[in-house]
C-alpha cells in the first residue's frame, strides 16, 4: 500500500509518500516547502492569521500530491512549533476544514519514538543500544533502544536550528562569540539529563542530511567543531551555494550543527547521518494500524 504523511515543523511542511510491503519502506516522492511557523510566532505565543493561512495551503497542495500518486491514507502531524503554539487549534481546524485531513499534534515523546523508529528502518545490523538524534527547528528529539523496538528512554529538549539562531546567530556569517554562547545554552541544557548508556548513534532529519557536503556522512566532535569554524567565514549565500542548500536551509545551518557538537560531545561517540525520522516512523504506524 501506498502511505503520505506531511509534517509540519518549525521550518518546513514536509511530504513524504512511500509504499509499504511487509514492513518494508520504498519512497515514492519526498518534497518540503519552507513555510517557518516557528519564526513567525508572536510574543503572546500565537502563530498569525496570514501563516495559519499559508501552512493550511502548503498542506492541500501535498496532499492533493499525494493523493495523485496513490496514497491510500495520508497522516498530517505537527512538531514542535505547533505544540507550543497557544492557538493551534485555529490551524488545526484550518486544515481540517481545507483537506479533510486531521492533524496530529504530536508531544515530544512521541516526536521523539516516531524518529527512532523512522531511523531503524534505514539500518539493517545495529548491535546494542542505538542513539538516534533529530534535530529540528524548535525542539530536538533524542531516543535510545535497541533497534526495531519502542525505545526504553526518550527526551525532547526545546532548543533547535531555528531557535538558537534567533537567540544567538544574528550576524551573517556568525561571529565566533555568538557561535560560543549557542553551544552555551546547549551544554547546558544536556548537563541534567542522563540518557542510557548507547553503543551507536545516528543523526536524522534535515539539518544532519545538509551537513554531508560540509563534514561528511559521520558526526564527530572534531569535524562539527571545524564545520562551525567553517561557517564563520561563510555568509549564508556563499554557504547556499558551496553546499547546494536553500537558502532558508543555510542561514539555519551554524543553529543545527551547534546543537549537534554539543550532543556528540555529551554523548561521548559520532553520529552517523542516516535518512528517516518523524514521516518515516509516522508511515510505519499507519501502515501498521497505529494512528
Known amino acids: 500500500m501506498t502511505f503520505g504523511c506531511i509534517d509540519i515543523g518549525s521550518n518546513t511542511t514536509r511530504l513524504l509518500v512511500a509504499e509499504v510491503d511487509d514492513g518494508r519502506l520504498r519512497e515514492v516522492t519526498s518534497r518540503r516547502v519552507f513555510t517557518r511557523i516557528g519564526a513567525s510566532v508572536s510574543a503572546s505565543g500565537e502563530i498569525p492569521p496570514g501563516k495559519v493561512a499559508e501552512t493550511t495551503e502548503a498542506t492541500k497542495a501535498l496532499a492533493d500530491e499525494a493523493r495523485e500518486l496513490g496514497a ?58 542505538l542513539a538516534v538524534v533529530d534535530v529540528g527547528g524548535g525542539s530536538t528529539e533524542i531516543a535510545v533502544g535497541r533497534a526495531h523496538r519502542a525505545p526504553e528512554w526518550s527526551e525532547s529538549l526545546r532548543v533547535g536550528s531555528s531557535l538558537l539562531c534567533e537567540r544567538h546567530l544574528h550576524s551573517d556569517p556568525p561571529a565566533a562569540r555568538e557561535i560560543d554562547a549557542a553551544c552555551a545554552e546547549v551544554y547546558e541544557l544536556l548537563a541534567g539529563v542522563e540518557p542510557p548508556a548507547a553503543d551507536s548513534a545516528v543523526a536524522v532529519g534535515g539539518t544532519a542530511t545538509s551537513l554531508t557536503g560540509l563534514v561528511g556522512g559521520r558526526l564527530t566532535q572534531e569535524s562539527l567543531r571545524s564545520g562551525l569554524a567553517r561557517l564563520c567565514t561563510l555568509s549564508a549565500q556563499q554557504t547556499a551555494r558551496e553546499l547546494v542548500l536553500p537558502l532558508e536551509r543555510a542561514r539555519l545551518l551554524p543553529g543545527g550543527i551547534a546543537v549537534l557538537a554539543g550532543i556528540a560531545a555529551w554523548l561521548g561517540c559520532a553520529l552517523q547521518i542516516v535518512s528517516g525520522g518523524v514521516r518515516e516512523g509516522t508511515v510505519l504506524q499507519m501502515a501498521g494500524g497505529g494512528a
Open 72 to 129: 491510500s491514507q495520508i497522516g498530517v502531524v505537527g512538531t514542535a512549533a505547533v505544540r507550543h503554539a497557544s492557538n493551534r487549534e485555529q490551524l488545526e481546524r484550518s486544515v481540517l476544514v481545507t483537506t479533510g485531513l486531521r492533524l496530529r499534534v504530536l508531544s515530544g515523546t512521541e516526536e521523539a519514538e516516531l524518529s527512532f523508529a523512522g531511523a531503524c528502518h534505514a539500518l539493517e545490523h545495529v548491535r546494542g543500544r
